[in-house]
């Protein structure tokens, strides 16, 4: 069964970085498209971040685009998000989730199959 651990969060200051790491177990990392995902009290789930099971692609989310860069370990099997110039709007907990096998609709959270637990990312000063 795939599982995904997520960590890295954090308190950040504006302008600083953070990497997150999703750590997947149960399956090997090239077969699961994994997204990253962002959620704030009283707002919907918005999906950051995916990287394709099927062609490689990436995908980024206007919010995020120039500023955040996904990646992956295959010796690890684990996919990092790298987040770089961080706002207070960044804040929110994030989620890495999975859709597989071999198979990517989008960067969707209807469309995953799998979710870690979270991690909480601050941005202030």
């Known amino acids: 069964q795939v599982q995904l651990v997520e960590s890295g969060g954090g308190l950040a200051k504006p302008g600083g970085s953070l990497r997150l790491s999703c750590a997947v177990s149960?399956?090997?990392?090239?077969?699961?498209?994994i997204g990253w995902f962002r959620q704030v009290p009283g707002k919907e789930r918005e999906g950051i971040s995916c990287i394709s099971s099927v062609d490689d692609s990436t995908y980024y989310a206007d919010s995020v685009k120039g500023r955040f860069t996904i990646s992956r370990d295959y010796a690890k099997n684990t996919v990092y998000l790298q987040m770089n110039s961080l706002k207070p709007e960044d804040t929110a907990v994030y989620s890495c989730?999975?859709?597989?096998?071999?198979?990517?609709?989008?960067?969707?959270?209807?469309?995953?199959?799998?979710w870690g637990k979270g991690t909480l990312v601050t941005v202030s000063s």
């Open positions: 989730a999975a859709e597989g096998p071999k198979y990517y609709t989008g960067c969707v959270a209807y469309a995953m199959d799998r």
């Open positions: 149960g399956a090997a990392l090239d077969y699961y498209t």
